[in-house]
């Protein structure tokens, strides 16, 4: 049984710095609030409005949403009664704003409007263009991305027909951002870039900064993560020389990300703590959960499932208490996948299917895509391909919606995934390519590189070596020249299993042996104990079978430590192997029943399904015929359905090979004809070849 790497959302709460959508202006109030006073007891109320609504803008800007709503509330009743309509669109829209942070978007929608209407009927041109701002950044926020640039150019027509160019500097940063959310890379750049202009230009130090940023995060998407810090770096600089303590944490968890793509999970943690530090001594709460949920990501990367379920746990609980419902279901399905990765897969669905009820409840479209691909994942790991299909599909066509070309590249590249696990390999590539076609659209070479892989295990599978290694060698530049060494320690591995397949053994460890080193030196535990179970297999076809069990026994180790239960039934099995390659046969199938026991109770059906097959091939090399075709059979019975063709043509041989050490030459024929037939089809040269083989034993017998 093999792992493979494979693409999945992996949902982080990446903090961009938006800075300017939400604006929580004060002055404004201040000026109608206060210049008209005329009795004393209307100036105490106008006093009283503007102390809360003071209030209100402090506790929002530290995440404390619930009593900064509570200010505001009050302050709204005020300034409703003494009829100041100019402080009651204001405020409606700070509400808005706090709705907004916590992902109740229709809510956020109905204030704004309430807001918009005031400010349009007493002519603030300037609080118009904030509030269509505002708006544009829900229907941002709800993936409805041509509504959202839709209010973002009434918002920017009117910064330039009344001359905002601190309006135009927000606005142009914001449209940028819906380019990024597209996929898009280069037009938001361009937006960005103006918008830089002109912060620089007025001396807009925190807009500058927010836009720095924000070029950056654009670099990080495209996997170009020397140009991310630079621009990262840039900002952070103003945030500590301008004393703007939340960004300076949000730029710091920025920076965190970029060292977790490049595998230096270390520096990571470092920035993260900083960030981390910072959101408490501030009390600002969202940001807290942030940092949180990316401190579990880093651990989540290294196979520390326990720590890292502690810190989004941790993470989760904040989104609860202040209401972020966005930031609750980010949680949720990082959660979902950190039992998926350990191959819990009951317990990782109820977690996705309370992000997708979240998702669907606020109306974000962009989160649903998402998880609707995490939960068909969890399916095709069940070896559910059908349903696996059925949630990728509603995936994609809610990507292609949107105009979500960088999450469609990852579900297109799942269901070619899927479909080279059916060893439907024509189907599977056809998706690789539509993958692969976005990817260098948009320039993200990250990704790039990881469909490349994907190709490569495709022509793995059909035994093509040579393709495979080409493409494995293309990822492998990419992820060398972007400095990705998780993605390198793959490409490696997969070079070295190319190579153990042909048979070339020592070039096989050479590679196993640079991907552990890389997995070491990156500590991810997973990969180790996947790549010290390949160096087993190696030593296993030398026949150096003490070796082979050291290594085996190493990786089973490791599984048991970080909770990999599917990990864990793979290295029993392979040990069992060992055992009855040694002709230790009681060994074996004790070997064997440990791992056919883990593989049932965590719903490994597809890995159930090859150890059945080994218990039989076991229980055929004692002559005990019988016993050998009943787990044959329940081997192919599995296969069959979950669509496994490959494993499935090597059982119909195994079949065949059994009638035929019974004399039962034409039941043996009839399974190697079968067998054949599926390897024909499937292109698998290696498995055709062995019942070509087979057959011709049959024809010598009789």
Do not use: C
Not at 25 to 31: K, P
Not at 328 to 348: D, W
């Amino acid at each position: 049984m093999r792992r493979y790497f494979k693409s999945v959302i992996f949902l982080l709460s990446f903090l961009l710095l938006w800075g300017f959508p939400v604006q929580l202006v004060g002055t404004n109030l201040r000026m109608s609030l206060l210049a008209q006073a005329q009795e004393e007891r209307s100036q105490d109320r106008r006093d009283e409005a503007l102390r809360l609504f003071k209030e209100g803008v402090q506790l929002f800007n530290v995440s404390k949403f619930r009593e900064a709503l509570e200010k505001y509330e009050r302050a709204l009743v005020i300034v409703r009664k003494i009829g100041e309509r100019q402080g009651e669109g204001t405020i409606l829209n700070n509400i808005g704003a706090i709705y907004n942070s916590l992902g109740k978007y229709e809510q956020a929608l109905s204030y704004y409007q309430q807001s918009l209407k005031i400010v349009q009927e007493i002519g603030n041109r300037s609080g118009e263009s904030t509030t269509l701002n505002n708006i544009g950044e829900i229907y941002r926020s709800l993936g409805k991305y041509d509504q959202a640039l839709s209010y973002y150019q009434q918002s920017l027509k009117i910064d330039q027909e009344i001359d905002n160019r601190s309006g135009k500097g927000a606005t142009f940063n914001n449209i940028g951002e819906v380019y990024r959310s597209l996929g898009k890379y280069e037009e938001a750049l361009s937006y960005f870039q103006q918008s830089l202009e002109i912060t620089q230009e007025i001396g807009n130090r925190s807009g500058e900064s927010t836009t720095l940023n924000n070029i950056g995060s654009v670099y990080h998407s495209q996997g170009k993560y020397e140009e991310a810090l630079s621009y990262y770096q840039q900002s952070l600089e103003i945030k500590q020389e301008i004393g703007n303590r939340s960004g300076e944490g949000t730029t710091l968890n920025n920076i965190g990300e970029v060292y977790r793509s490049l595998g230096k999970y270390e520096e990571a943690l470092s920035y993260y703590q900083q960030s981390l530090k910072i959101t408490q001594e501030i009390g600002d709460r969202s940001g807290e959960s942030t940092t949180l949920n990316s401190i579990g990501s880093i651990y989540k990367s290294q196979g520390k499932y326990e720590e890292a379920l502690s810190y989004y746990q941790q993470s989760l609980k904040i989104t609860q208490e202040i209401g972020d419902r966005s930031g609750e279901s980010t949680t949720l399905n990082n959660i979902g996948l950190v039992y998926e990765s350990i191959s819990k897969y009951e317990q990782a669905l109820p977690y996705f299917q309370q992000s997708l009820e979240i998702d669907r409840e606020i109306g974000g479209r962009s989160g649903e895509s998402t998880t609707l691909n995490n939960i068909g994942g969890v399916y095709d790991s069940l070896g559910k391909y059908e349903k696996a299909l059925s949630y990728y599909q509603q995936s994609l066509e809610i990507t292609q919606e949107v105009g979500n070309l960088s999450v469609e590249r990852v579900t297109l590249n799942n269901i070619g995934l899927l479909y080279k696990s059916l060893s439907k390999y024509e189907e599977a590539l056809s998706y690789f390519q539509q993958s692969l076609k976005i990817d260098q659209e948009i320039g993200n070479r990250y990704e790039e590189g990881l469909t490349l892989h994907n190709i490569g295990l495709l022509y793995k599978s059909l035994s093509k070596y040579k393709e495979a290694l080409s493409y494995f060698q293309q990822s492998l530049e990419i992820t060398q020249e972007i400095g990705y060494r998780p993605g390198e320690e793959f490409n490696l591995h997969n070079i070295g299993e190319v190579y153990r397949s042909l048979d070339k053994y020592e070039e096989a460890l050479s590679y196993f042996q640079q991907s552990l080193e890389i997995t070491q030196e990156i500590g991810n535990r997973s990969q180790e104990g996947l790549t010290l179970n390949n160096i087993g297999a190696v030593y296993e076809s030398l026949s150096k079978y003490e070796k082979a069990l050291s290594y085996f026994q190493q990786s089973l180790e490791i599984d048991r430590e970080i909770g990999n239960r599917s990990g864990e039934g793979a290295n029993l099995n392979n040990i069992g192997l060992v055992y009855d390659s040694l002709s230790k046969y009681e060994e074996a199938l004790s070997y064997f029943q440990k791992s056919l026991k883990i593989l049932q109770e965590v719903g490994n059906r597809s890995g159930e399904g090859q150890t059945l097959h080994n218990i039989g091939a076991t229980y055929n090399s004692l002559g005990k015929y019988e016993e050998a075709l009943s787990y044959f059979q329940k081997s192919l019975k599995i296969l069959q359905e979950v669509g496994n063709r490959s494993v499935e043509g090597k059982t119909l041989n195994s079949i065949g090979l059994v009638y035929k050490s019974l004399s039962k030459y034409e039941e043996a024929l009839s399974y190697f004809q079968q067998s054949l037939k599926i390897h024909q089809e499937v292109g698998n040269r290696s498995g055709k070849g062995a019942t070509l083989n087979s057959i011709g034993l049959v024809y010598d017998s009789l």
